[in-house]
C-alpha cells in the first residue's frame, strides 16, 4: 500500500512537473491558465487530466480537435511516479527520501527542458539552489570535507548545520567551475562554445544537493554518456545520408568531397549536455552509496 501511494502521488506530481516543462522555458505562470490543448485552446476537464490513464483513454488525442497529444506527458507522469517510489525503496519514510525526490523533480524537469529546448532555465535551477542548501542543514552532502577544515580551526563548538551547508557550498563552487573550465578551455582551443553557460549553472545547483563527490562524479558519468551517445548519433546521422543533399551542393561549388563534407556536418550535430548531466545526477544518487562505500574521505555513519 506504501509503494501504491508513492506511485500515485509521483503521478500527480509528474502532471505538475509537464507544466513546468512547457511554461517556464515559455515564461508562462505555471499556476495560471488552467490546463489546456496548445491546438485549440479548450480547457481540459478534469476527467481528462488524470495522470497516464486519461491519455490511454482519448487514444493520445484532445477530446475537442483530436489533435494528437505528445507521449512526453504520460511518459513524465510514469516516470515521476517511478522515481517516487525508487526514493521510498531507497530511502524509506525519512527527511533524505524527501530531499532526493524534490531534487529528482528537479533534475526531471531540467533534463527533459533541455532535450527540447536547448535551455536550462534560471528560475529552476536558482530555486534548485535553495532547496539545496535549505536541505544541507539537515541532510547534509556525505563528503566531510568541510568538518575536516572546520575541525581543525573552529573545534566542536559549532552549530550542528554549518558543515552541511559548507560541503554544499564547496560542492557548487568546485564542481561549476571545473565545468566553466572546461568550457573555456574547449573555447579557447576550438574556437567555438561547446556547452552553454546554463550547464554551469546546473551543476552549480547539482553541487548543492550531492556536495564535491557527488558532483565530480556527475560530471564525469555525464560526460561519458554524453560522449557514448554523441558518438552513436553521429555515426548513425552520417550512415543515414542526413544533409546529403547539403554535402552534394557544396561538393559542386568545390568545398571538398562528399564524404568529407557529410561527415563534418554530422560530427557538428549539438546533443544538449544538460540532458546527460540530469541522467548521471540521478545514477548518482541512487547508486552513490553503494559507490562512496568504495571512494570515501571519512567513513560513512
Not at 41 to 66: E, F, M, Q, T
Not at 85 to 96: H, K, M, Q, R
Not at 147 to 174: C, E, K, Q, S
Not at 280 to 289: H, R, T, Y
Request: proline letters at 6%; a positive charge.
Amino acid at each position: 500500500m506504501t509503494i501504491a501511494a508513492f506511485f500515485l502521488f509521483g503521478l500527480v506530481i509528474g502532471s505538475f512537473l509537464n507544466v513546468c516543462i512547457t511554461r517556464i522555458p515559455a515564461g508562462v505562470s505555471i499556476v495560471s491558465p488552467a490546463s489546456r490543448c496548445p491546438n485549440c485552446g479548450a480547457g481540459i476537464k478534469p476527467y481528462d487530466n488524470i495522470p497516464v490513464i486519461s491519455w490511454l483513454v482519448l487514444g493520445g488525442k484532445c477530446r475537442n480537435c483530436h489533435t494528437p497529444i505528445s507521449p512526453m506527458y504520460p511518459a513524465i507522469e510514469f516516470v515521476t511516479a517511478l522515481l517516487f517510489v525508487a526514493s521510498y525503496l531507497c530511502f524509506g519514510i525519512t527527511f533524505p527520501a524527501l530531499k532526493w525526490i524534490f531534487f529528482g523533480c528537479i533534475i526531471l524537469i531540467l533534463i527533459v527542458t533541455d532535450y527540447r529546448e536547448r535551455v536550462l532555465p534560471d528560475a529552476v535551477n536558482w530555486f534548485g539552489v535553495g532547496l539545496g542548501l535549505a536541505f544541507a542543514t539537515r541532510v547534509p552532502p556525505e563528503d566531510g570535507i568541510a568538518r575536516i577544515f572546520l575541525g581543525t580551526y573552529a573545534g566542536t563548538n559549532l552549530p550542528v548545520w554549518l558543515p552541511g551547508i559548507l560541503d554544499a557550498i564547496l560542492g557548487a563552487i568546485l564542481c561549476s567551475g571545473l565545468l566553466w573550465a572546461a568550457a573555456f578551455l574547449y573555447k579557447l582551443i576550438r574556437g567555438r562554445d561547446g556547452m552553454g553557460f546554463g550547464d554551469v549553472k546546473m551543476m552549480f545547483m547539482v553541487g548543492t544537493f550531492l556536495g564535491v563527490r557527488g558532483a565530480f562524479l556527475t560530471i564525469l558519468l555525464g560526460t561519458l554518456l554524453g560522449t557514448v551517445v554523441g558518438l552513436a548519433v553521429v555515426g548513425a546521422l552520417f550512415a543515414s545520408g542526413w544533409k546529403s543533399a547539403l554535402a552534394e551542393r557544396a561538393s559542386k561549388k568545390g568545398l571538398g568531397e562528399v564524404r568529407a563534407l557529410r561527415c563534418a556536418i554530422a560530427s557538428r550535430y549539438q546533443l544538449p549536455l544538460g540532458t546527460f548531466l540530469g541522467v548521471a545526477a540521478l545514477l548518482v544518487v541512487f547508486f552513490g552509496p553503494w559507490t562512496f562505500s568504495h571512494w570515501s574521505l571519512l567513513p560513512l555513519s
